[in-house]
């Protein structure tokens, strides 16, 4: 490969420059919180194999669970599940051609924030 002289090309804008965007911070949540599901998928299933190992280690693993940072994960597992529920809604809705206009698509991505949170705290208080 030749000899390049890298110092004199300009450089590109990095993301210090540019302004976050709502629908780029909402389409980055939903591939975080598709992610941190396969994590909730694990606790859950680490918890039916407590279960089916014996009464000791089924009280040890749902102790934890149980506990207040136990109740904080999946509380937060729930967020996760309807964010990444009405963030997928909302790209049904893309998909039929619309939403695209820059007003309408800030409205959306309010939405899916705003919509996950309601429903987490109508889940809790529901169940």
């Given amino acids: ?16 420059i540019y302004r976050k965007q ?8 939903a591939r975080l919180t598709g992610i941190s599901l396969l994590g909730a998928v694990l606790l859950v299933v ?14 040890c693993v749902n102790g934890l669970l149980t506990s207040w940072f136990g109740d904080l994960v999946l509380t937060a597992a729930l967020w996760a599940v309807w964010y990444h529920f ?3 809604l909302r790209h049904l809705y ?29 889940t809790v208080i529901i169940l």
Avoid at 46 to 59: K, Q, T, V
Avoid at 100 to 122: D, H, M, N, P, Y
Wanted: glycine share 10%; charged share 15%.
């Fill in 1 to 16: 490969m030749a000899d390049v002289n890298r110092g004199n090309r300009p450089l590109s804008p990095h993301l210090t």
């Fill in 22 to 29: 709502y629908t780029s911070v909402t389409s980055i949540l």
């Fill in 46 to 59: 680490w918890w039916l194999l407590a279960a089916a190992s014996g009464p000791d280690y089924f009280d």
């Fill in 86 to 88: 009405c963030s997928g």
């Fill in 94 to 122: 893309w998909d039929t051609g619309r939403g695209f206009e820059l007003e309408t698509a800030q409205k959306l991505a309010w939405g899916v924030i705003i919509g996950s949170v309601v429903l987490t705290v109508l």
